[in-house]
């Protein structure tokens, strides 16, 4: 289950709309249930590398979910799918992501809070969260 929301500029009027947590088929899941949908739902990057680790470990996991990312010094937001590959409490893989704008890495943010930020179309500080939008959503299996 989760949650999307939308930001809209009050200087531009752009929107965009952001999604933060499981659904779809982006859910917690074993590799070898990843391998049966025969589909790459991730960045190639990030499927070869699952294909690499399955090469050399046994039983392990994927923990899927969209969150929202942003850049704490151009203040950019980003939506992303957050990828981690582990197994009985070892990481061997989690995503990382960088700005566009200015190569930072960029942080996981707490969308629940964050009522403004900077405009990705017109560059300003007036990309605010729409509150008369929130939207639930079930993952699809």
Same mark, same amino acid.
């Given at each position: 289950?989760?949650?999307?929301?939308?930001? @809209?500029?009050? *200087?531009? &009027?752009?929107?965009?709309?952001?999604?933060? &947590? +499981?659904?779809?088929?982006?859910?917690?899941?074993?590799?070898? $249930?990843?391998?049966?949908? @025969?589909? #790459?739902?991730?960045?190639?990057?990030? +499927?070869?590398?699952?294909?690499?680790?399955?090469?050399?470990? @046994?039983?392990?996991?994927? #923990?899927?979910?969209?969150?929202?990312?942003?850049? /704490?010094?151009? #203040?950019?937001?980003?939506?992303?799918?957050?990828?981690?590959?582990?197994?009985?409490? *070892?990481? /061997?893989?989690?995503?990382?992501?960088? %700005?566009?704008? %200015?190569?930072?890495?960029? @942080?996981?943010? =707490?969308? +629940?809070?964050? =009522?403004?930020?900077?405009?990705?179309?017109?560059? =300003?500080?007036?990309?605010?969260? $729409?509150?008369?939008?929130?939207?639930?959503?079930?993952?699809?299996?």
């Amino acid at each position: 289950m989760g949650y999307a929301y939308v930001y @809209k500029c009050q *200087k531009c &009027g752009y929107e965009e709309h952001f999604n933060q &947590g +499981h659904g779809f088929l982006v859910h917690p899941q074993s590799v070898d $249930d990843y391998f049966a949908l @025969k589909k #790459k739902l991730f960045h190639y990057k990030t +499927h070869n590398k699952i294909v690499s680790l399955s090469e050399s470990h @046994k039983n392990l996991q994927i #923990k899927a979910a969209f969150q929202v990312y942003l850049c /704490y010094k151009c #203040k950019l937001l980003y939506d992303k799918v957050e990828i981690k590959v582990y197994d009985e409490g *070892k990481t /061997y893989h989690k995503s990382s992501f960088r %700005c566009t704008a %200015c190569n930072r890495r960029l @942080k996981l943010t =707490n969308i +629940h809070r964050l =009522n403004r930020a900077t405009c990705p179309k017109c560059k =300003n500080k007036t990309f605010r969260r $729409d509150s008369s939008y929130r939207s639930l959503w079930d993952k699809k299996l």
